[in-house]
């Protein structure tokens, strides 16, 4: 079985689970299975969104994008994030009309199986999904089946408030359960268009990553080797460094030229598919932007070699 069989079929029973939770919300008319119903659907059309920006992601670069694509995954968080917000803001609009005029909900047993049994859908698709992730070793599917899994749980706690409406005459329980709901679904939205904006904004790699990619250096810092000015940025799943490496002027191209080959091999090997940038300097210049950027005014040419002297005629 590949990876792209438990994807399509776990698409396939998000349809089968929306079209039974929104069957339990139009016998009981609960907004408490409405929310239930409405994050099922997004979670469909985040997975569904997902795949498809995966594909064009994954191209690699061409003359028009040299950098690849990666940064495509932002545009996919970022327009779902919205999406899931606005069908947050759906649920607490009928959640608050339903709050100021309480109505009774009907036919709660029946609804609260055929919710049941979509629960029970979700919940053995994710174990199914989760046995594949293990066998494929895929985290594609893994997070898949992980998401089907709590979207479980969240079925179940509106299943039982819900269970409790006719039981203690509380109408308020019913809107205030799919409040709760799509408060969790406004949170996941806004992690979402976060994501999203971290990566338009050329967020710098995690803090684990950065101290992991100074201990590397760490091993080629002497009194002759020198690195600063290292900045880091990411973009989806690609991530770029750039550094200078200054070191003594008397070396030989060929000798600098070494040492910088063997502090990009460190870093790639530790960071598969990382663009590395390594400026090489002398240890006692700095570069024009540096210096700019310190002083806020161009230094002029005073490190700037003359050009050899040319041989007299005689
Ligand atoms: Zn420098």
Known sequence: MQARTYLRASLLAAVVVIVLKLLAWKVTGSVGFLSDAMESIVNVA????????????????????????????YFSSGVEGLLIAVAALLILAEAGQRLTHPEPIGAVPLGAAISALATAVNLGVALWMLRGARRLRSIVIEADARHLLADVWTSVGVIIG???????????????????VALHILTEAFSLVKRSVDGLMDKAMSAADLADLQAILDRFRSSDMRFDHVRTRVAGTRRFVSMHLHMPGHWTLQRAANCRYAVEKALIEAHPGMIVTIEMLT???????EQN???????????CPPPPAQPTPH
């Open 46 to 73: 985040a997975a569904a969104f997902a795949l498809f920006i995966v594909r064009i992601a994954e191209a690699p670069p061409d003359a028009d994008h040299p950098f690849g694509h990666t940064k495509a995954e």
């Open 162 to 180: 819900v269970l409790l409406v006719p039981v203690t005459g509380w109408l308020w329980l019913d809107p205030v359960i799919g409040i709760v």
């Open 283 to 289: 240890s006692a210049q700095e570069t024009l932007q």
């Open 293 to 303: 950027e310190r002083q806020g005014a161009a230094q002029g040419e005073q490190n």
